[in-house]
């Protein structure tokens, strides 16, 4: 059997007003070509100009990743020749890139593990084409983008692993704020590397690159189609190829699209127009502070500290708005368990029914904590707190204001209870020799007390008073 | 011939109009196009702008790798034959706000590399002085358009001599200042590392002035100076007595008795007089031969390599003249093998084989230490002196078809001196210094980073002990 070695090369565009190195604007836009400078275009003549921003950002994620951040800022040009490449070259980071020597934490299956972060550098996207049959399109409202690529160690082993270090990595983008990070815009994407070695093998085996893979779930398609292959071509004993592949997603195939023989020399060099920055530790550990608690930690803590479920931490923190508002709730005072459980079964559902996001909602964590509190001390069942959560949800209304409204407290008082529960067994007396002959008759009352009370009796309550008077 | 001071008084005084400064420019380009072939593009109009600067209503040319929207601009080369830009460089932003009249686009050698005036796809300018003879290169047609009466001031551009080199074979003054100190932005780059902006004019003053305008901090280039709130027009007339120059031992040897050598140690003697009466101590120091002669390799090295990268934009894909072919890949090819000349295509192959990753470190990355070398020892020598003065060529301007050996140390050495100007970003002036066989020569005056102003100090001093100032090749008719 084989053990399967994945490195990956993410590509992800980052937030910033303007572009990398031009004024031009950094926004996705469906009208081609409106987001352009002649900076973006490789005019004769133009310079290029370093985008704070973006550096900041780059900055930020390195940090978020434990890498180690060089003591000046410096690029280097990739050349090659291709129309989405309009300069010739792309500016990009190589001899000091933004971070090294990083990792993440990743968890598969319960098991930590660390995916070490070869490096992670800041570089400008290309412009996007669209092929037609007898024509391309280019659209340079891409080009120029600031991008962070970021480069794993070959030490991912499984497609799992894979996948779950690009949701890591996602994560990492969204909770420091520093990308949309979204496949269908392209924003973010992929090449991977497969390479299979024997038991026993000390030295990594050949390995192949798939470039451009667009979605996550095309990535584990394309590292199980690949380590097929590589598998079927070993067993036949025969020797993998060191190329390059490109994967098709409809007819989960890949194709070959150059061998190591025809790979390209970039010639990188200096960028001779961007003199090196001095990178001050003071701003650093300014923008360290801005990195918020990122999911791996806040998910250790719900589970080890909170004692929820894996599943239901992996809920909650998918969206750091909605982990930030578990956690305001904990602070509130909530049971970390029972916020869990309303949080990651009515809140989310009913939000995904009426289509919001946990920005928008107007049930503030105080109130979902005084909900819960509502019906811990009884004042009303479960049940109407479900009922009461979605009306706020999709009214707007606070959870206390809808109790009154729909009058939905609970009855506590056992004096009221007893009452009811008299006038209930008066109406049925003769159910009440049938209790006693042991027939099933006890949910009949329970049901003619709660619609004589609209469902406000407090059922544990009624339950043992029932009980006492049916036994008299 | 009237300097920029002396047009400014005659349009204050109402005796010219800006307008009739304007057309006798475009009617002596257009008599001298013919014979000389100073311009790509002659313009029709200008727009009238209200300055008070000293250049307003002041006639300019503009060497034809400057942006310029809207006015075609080719680097003289095939590929550009159709390119009319959409922006504006910032040093012609900078002319067109003070009011200086743009008349037309001047003939380079082909993308800036060359030193003839001989490779631009217009054809070869010829020199002023003796239409047989080249006026060097690359900005020809800049330093051409000064010398024959048809401007006051030209712009031009400079990697490796290639303003300070034409002023020299075209008797007028041709100043590199210090790298960064005018905006590159808008200048097609060639060696982005060695480029610089620089103006020709007929007088160290009207230099000066313009310089005055057009440098300054650009927030589009990264490698641009913070302003130094200095007026190089009102510090050129300090005393410059005490200052100290050397020159270098061995590149004045002439152990082969070459006459024409002979006469340019001649002229540069009484040069060094001339610094004496001055009270400028002039002394002679010796730099390493082995040093001297890796100058022109170093910067052959570094020059192809930036290039090569720097011209990768030149596709015809978006901008430019299309190729034809089934493929990205053949188009391109197709565009750059019919754009290019020869000459160009060989720089491009030089520089991709000295990037290449299996040559990087011997060929590009050592001459960029080499590079380091040269400038340590001339910053060493910096501190004792106030700057260099050498002859700014080994001759006089070559004739057409004549020979030279390119490994002779007079080529290598004397020929190529003025490269240090771009390898440290040091000012760098050439002012004529008198004649040789009818032929103008010039002296170079290189100063330390930043001291722009001392080095137009010096060179507007000595050149007020000679009478070569303010000369043009052709008497107007």
């Not at chain 1, 992800?12 to 926004?27: R, W």
């Not at chain 1, 070869?118 to 600031?146: K, Q």
């Not at chain 1, 930690?297 to 809920?315: F, M, P, Q």
């Not at chain 2, 001989?118 to 080249?134: A, L, Y």
Request: aromatic share 8%.
């Amino acid at each position: 059997m084989y053990k399967t070695v994945i490195g990956l090369e993410v590509h992800c565009e980052l937030k910033s007003n303007s572009k990398n190195f031009s004024s031009s604007k950094n926004g996705y836009s469906t009208i081609p070509n409106s987001n352009v400078s002649v900076v973006d275009l490789g005019m004769p003549g133009i310079l290029p100009v370093v985008n704070k921003e973006a550096v900041k950002n780059s900055i930020k994620m390195a940090l978020a990743m434990n890498c180690e951040v060089p003591k000046y800022l410096t690029f280097e040009r990739k050349n090659y020749f291709y129309p989405d490449l309009p300069k010739g070259y792309q500016i990009t980071q190589f001899k000091h890139p933004i971070g090294t020597n990083g990792y993440v934490m990743i968890n598969v299956d319960g098991v930590d593990k660390k995916a070490f972060i070869h490096d992670t550098h800041l570089e400008e996207d290309t412009a996007s084409l669209d092929h037609y049959n007898a024509y391309s399109l280019i659209d340079y409202n891409r080009c120029g983008v600031p991008l962070l690529e970021t480069v794993t160690e070959p030490c991912l082993n499984s497609a799992d692993e894979a996948v779950a270090f690009l949701e890591a990595l996602r994560s990492i983008f969204l909770y420091c704020d520093t990308s949309y990070a979204r496949s269908d815009r392209g924003q973010i994407r992929c090449d991977v590397n497969v390479s299979l070695m024997r038991e026993g093998d000390t030295e990594l085996g050949t390995r192949v690159e798939m470039k451009n893979i667009n979605s996550f779930s095309s990535v584990r398609e394309a590292i199980l189609c690949e380590v097929a292959r590589q598998t079927d071509i070993l067993d036949n004993g025969g020797k993998v190829l060191q190329e390059t592949r490109r994967y098709d997603e409809n007819s989960n195939m890949t194709y070959t699209m150059r061998s190591k023989e025809d790979a390209i020399d970039y010639r990188y060099f200096t960028d001779p127009n961007l003199p090196p920055i001095k990178i001050e530790s003071d701003w650093i550990e300014e923008i360290r502070k801005e990195i918020p608690r990122l999911q791996y930690e806040r998910s250790l803590v719900y589970i080890n500290d909170y004692g929820i479920s894996r599943k239901d931490a992996t809920t909650i923190v998918r969206e750091k708005n909605i982990s930030d508002y578990y956690e305001e709730c904990i602070k509130l005072g909530g049971d970390p368990v029972l916020v869990c459980n309303w949080l990651t079964g009515s809140v989310i559902g009913n939000m995904n029914k009426l289509g919001m996001n946990i920005k928008d909602i107007t049930l503030l964590p105080g109130m979902l904590v005084d909900l819960i509190k509502m019906i811990s001390d009884g004042k009303i069942s479960g049940k109407q707190g479900k009922e009461v959560l979605e009306k706020a949800l999709e009214t707007g209304k606070e959870p206390s204001k809808l109790v009154s409204e729909m009058g939905l407290s609970q009855i506590v008082d056992e004096n009221e209870i007893r009452n009811i529960v008299l006038e209930v067994i008066k109406e049925n007396l003769s159910l009440v020799d049938d209790y006693k002959a042991g027939k099933r008759v006890f949910d009949y009352f329970i049901g003619q007390i709660m619609k004589k009370t609209r469902g406000r009796a407090n059922p544990v309550i009624t339950s043992r008073i029932l009980k006492e008077e049916l036994e008299k | 011939m009237d300097g920029i001071l002396e047009l400014k008084e005659k349009l204050n005084n109402g005796s010219v109009t800006s307008d009739m400064l304007f057309n006798n420019s475009i009617n002596l380009a257009k008599k001298y196009q013919d014979e000389y072939n100073s311009f790509v593009t002659i313009v029709d109009n200008y727009e009238k702008i209200d300055s008070d600067s000293k250049i307003s209503g002041i006639p300019y040319a503009l060497k034809d790798n400057v942006s310029t929207k809207g006015i075609l601009t080719t680097a003289s080369s095939n590929i550009l034959s159709n390119y009319v830009p959409v922006y504006d460089a910032t040093v012609y932003k900078k002319l067109k706000d003070a009011g200086a009249l743009l008349m037309g686009k001047t003939v380079l050698d082909e993308l800036a590399m060359g030193g003839t005036g001989m490779t631009g796809h217009t054809g070869i300018v010829r020199n002023p002085w003796d239409s047989s003879r080249q006026i060097g290169g690359s900005s020809a047609g800049s330093a051409a358009s000064v010398a024959l009466g048809i401007v006051p001031f030209a712009i031009g551009s400079d990697t490796g001599d290639s303003i300070r080199k034409p002023a020299a074979y075209g008797g007028v003054v041709g100043f590199k200042p210090t790298y960064g100190r005018i905006s590159r932005y808008g200048l097609f780059a060639f060696a982005s590392s060695l480029d610089h902006l620089g103006v020709f004019a007929r007088n160290v003053r009207d230099v000066a002035i313009v310089t005055d305008i057009v440098k300054g901090h650009d927030i589009h280039d990264m490698t641009s100076l913070p302003d130094d709130d200095r007026e190089y027009s009102t510090l050129i007339d300090n005393d410059v007595k005490g200052k100290k120059l050397f020159y270098i031992k061995e590149a004045l040897e002439n152990n082969d008795n070459d006459v024409e050598l002979a006469k340019i140690l001649d002229n540069f003697d009484k040069v060094k007089e001339k610094c004496t009466s001055l009270g400028i101590e002039v002394c002679e120091e010796s730099i390493s031969k082995d040093l001297l002669q890796a100058i022109y390799p170093t910067y052959m090295s570094i020059s192809c390599a930036e290039v090569t990268s720097n011209d990768a934009n030149l596709t015809g894909i978006h901008f430019g003249v299309r190729g034809e072919g089934n493929s990205p890949e053949e188009i391109i090819k197709d565009a750059r093998t019919k754009g290019f000349s020869e000459l160009i295509k060989r720089r491009f192959v030089l520089g991709s084989y000295i990037l290449q990753k299996e040559n990087q470190e011997k060929l590009f990355l050592n001459a960029c230490r080499v590079r380091r070398m040269i400038v340590d020892k001339i910053n060493e020598l910096f501190k004792e002196y106030d700057g260099i003065i050498m002859p700014a060529a080994a001759g006089i301007a070559p004739k057409f078809g004549q020979k030279s050996d390119k490994l002779s140390d007079k080529y290598l050495i004397l020929d190529n001196h003025m490269v240090i100007g771009n390898f440290g970003g040091y000012p760098s002036i050439t002012i004529p210094s008198g004649f040789i066989d009818n032929m103008p020569v010039g002296i170079n005056i290189t100063g330390r980073v930043m001291e722009d102003d001392v080095v137009l100090n010096i060179a507007n001093k000595i050149e007020g002990t000679m009478e070569y100032a303010n000369q043009i090749a052709k008497e107007m008719k």
